[in-house]
């Protein structure tokens, strides 16, 4: 089945110590997304390729880095963990962006900073 | 700015109709999502609206009103397992998805 994976599922690390979370996906979708998702509250989009394009959010903290590779993989680098930076962080695809572009989500990293 | 208003929290009773309200400002408007989300997972596609009126999908329909900012999702037939949050997004003029904070919905028995 087609589908968008998440690795690892849960995250536990030390306050200041980098943790790369990444995602892969089989649906050959050009656009892919990270979310960051608190708890009770909307997913808050961090950054989202289009192909090779990058685009960042304009309150995205510079702590929060990402790379793709290529198509099917994204990489989400937080460089220095905050206790603030824990939370779920979605990895999303559509195939293209537009009026109707549905968002197929992964299972979520659950990140936990000690 | 832009904004999407959900009730917070509401509760049903399992084999009953409920609707979760949506409320939308934002800077044009280019269709709206409704997901599923169960705590601890990712959100699923429910439906999605571009034209005014209502789709019907199974249990689930969606509605929309453009003049209004408005949308409702409509669940019938309530069962436990539809316990979870349910997100509206609405896709602005730079085809950005902006995200409610989700209704969690609470079903007894």
């Known amino acids: 089945d087609a589908m968008v994976i998440q690795n690892p599922r849960y995250q536990v690390t030390q306050f200041g110590k980098p943790v790369t979370l990444s995602c892969s996906q089989t649906?050959?979708?050009?656009?892919m997304y990270w979310y960051q998702q608190k708890s009770s509250q909307a997913p808050k989009l961090l950054f989202h390729?289009?192909?090779?394009?990058?685009?960042n959010e304009a309150d995205t903290p510079d702590n929060f880095q990402s790379r793709r590779p290529n198509t099917s993989f994204c990489f989400l680098d937080i460089r220095s963990p905050g206790l603030g930076d824990a939370a779920m962080y979605l990895c999303?695809?559509?195939?293209?962006?537009?009026?109707?572009?549905?968002?197929?989500f992964g299972p979520g990293t659950r990140l936990t900073v000690l | 700015g832009q904004n999407i208003d959900q009730p917070t929290e509401m509760t049903a009773t399992e084999g009953a109709i409920v609707q979760i309200n949506c409320t939308y400002q934002?800077?044009?408007?280019?269709?709206l999502f409704w997901y599923q989300q169960h705590a601890g997972e990712a959100p699923t596609f429910l439906s999605y609206?571009?034209l005014d009126g209502l789709e019907e999908k199974g249990r689930f329909s969606s509605f929309l009103s453009r003049s209004k900012g408005y949308s409702y999702l409509l669940l019938k037939e309530l069962q436990m397992k539809d316990s979870a949050s349910y997100l509206c997004?609405?896709?602005?003029?730079?085809?950005?998805?902006?995200w409610g904070a989700g209704t969690k919905l609470i079903i007894k028995p």
């Open positions: 390729y289009y192909d090779k394009d990058f685009n």
């Open positions: 609206n571009v």
């Open positions: 649906l050959n979708h050009n656009v």
């Open positions: 934002t800077s044009g408007f280019n269709g």
């Open positions: 999303a695809t559509s195939r293209g962006q537009g009026t109707y572009n549905e968002q197929f």
């Open positions: 997004a609405v896709v602005d003029s730079n085809y950005q998805l902006i």
